[in-house]
């Protein structure tokens, strides 16, 4: 299926685990991007990325890891969860640096 | 994030005309954006504005843009209650142009 695709939907991990979240794009886009989305605080920047092996941090990036060894992928990973890292998590990747970006349809994630 | 400001909650009658608001940090941005955010789902790309534009209008939509004092806002014609939903704000900027966002605006539409 075209489009941006995020997995798993929904995930409860237990806090110290390691977690990994995944976001497909099927467009080759260049630029993509990792928010997370928290009541009262709207979509902060986690990590960005502007094409396979460059990435860099956003405004929240503690405690986060990415990768993108392949344009259409770009996981993030959980180290060490903690309850702070209860959110919603969304993926979005733009095709050049003016264009509309494109979201997936997001990942609850609950760390107990 | 990066300080976008918008108001948290607008309620309005079935019928009556919405206007959200919103403050931006960067004069230097090149678009501005206007995402829908239904319950459950994604963001939605509404509608954009280039800088040097002052009124964009599609349909019901109507974005005005102030770049003196850094304002942008969203009005809908006749809100339906189908347009309840959370509304953001975004400007691209910085390294890479990346999206920074307002908190939200979650719209309720009574009928």
């Known amino acids: 299926d075209a489009g941006i695709t995020q997995s798993p939907r929904y995930k409860i991990t237990e806090t110290g685990r390691q977690v990994t979240l995944m976001c497909h794009q099927t467009?080759?886009?260049?630029?993509m991007f990792w928010y997370r989305q928290d009541l009262g605080h709207g979509l902060r920047l986690i990590y960005y990325?502007?094409?396979?092996?460059?990435?860099d941090k956003g405004e929240v990036s503690d405690g986060y890891v990415v990768s993108r060894s392949k344009t259409e992928n770009f996981p993030l990973t959980l180290e060490s969860a903690t309850r702070s890292q209860t959110s919603v998590y969304f993926c979005?990747?733009?095709?050049?640096?003016?264009?509309?970006?494109?979201f997936g349809q997001g990942t609850r994630l609950t760390v107990v | 994030g990066e300080d976008v400001e918008q108001s948290l909650f607008l309620s309005v009658r079935e019928g009556d005309s919405s206007v959200i608001n919103c403050t931006y940090t960067?004069?230097?941005?090149?678009?501005l954006y206007w995402y829908k955010q239904e319950p459950g789902a994604g963001l939605q790309l509404l509608t954009y504005?280039?800088?040097?534009?002052d009124m964009k209008q599609d349909q019901r939509l109507t974005v005005l843009l102030n770049k003196k004092d850094k304002h942008l806002s969203l009005r809908i014609a006749d809100t339906q209650t189908g347009d309840s939903a959370i509304y953001f704000c975004?400007?691209?900027?910085?390294?890479?142009?990346?999206?920074?966002f307002g908190s939200g605006t979650k719209l309720n539409v009574k009928p």
């Open positions: 979005a990747s733009r095709g050049t640096v003016d264009t509309e970006a494109f």
């Open positions: 467009w080759s886009h260049s630029y």
């Open positions: 990325s502007a094409a396979a092996d460059i990435t």
């Open positions: 960067d004069s230097s941005s090149t678009y």
């Open positions: 504005i280039f800088s040097n534009m």
């Open positions: 975004a400007e691209s900027k910085g390294n890479f142009n990346k999206f920074y």
